[in-house]
Nanobody
């Protein structure tokens, strides 16, 4: 089992910044894929940013150049720095993890991000 706890969501004006955190209950060195997805009302969940154990990072097209994913292995935490936020970034942001050698995905409870115009 992997428990994920997200934090850092909130209300921000367009053009502002937020940093989300996702703390893992297990060492992220044992995690093959970890990152962020989001779901806006009436829309499907979509990729925001992920990284793999090999260090590869992948970003959704709508956030490239504005969002940055990073990790702190010592804290077993993944961060999502979100800059130049837009109203269309408003969504619930979920952390996802998959352990090495496993196909099972673990999800956090989600944190709300609201960007006002």
């Amino acid at each position: 089992q992997v428990q994920l706890e997200e934090s850092g969501g909130g209300l921000v004006q367009a053009g502002g910044s937020l940093r989300l955190s996702c703390a893992s209950s297990v060492s992220i060195s044992n995690i093959n894929l970890m990152g962020w997805y989001r779901q806006a009302p009436g829309k499907q969940r979509e990729l925001v940013a992920t990284f793999t154990s090999s260090g590869d990072r992948n970003y959704g097209d709508s956030v490239k150049g504005r969002f940055t994913i990073a990790r702190d292995n010592a804290k077993n935490t993944v961060y999502l720095q979100m800059n130049s936020l837009k109203p269309e970034d408003t969504a619930v942001y979920y952390c996802r993890a998959r352990r090495i050698g496993s196909i099972e995905n673990y999800w956090g409870q989600g944190t709300q991000v609201t960007v006002s115009s």
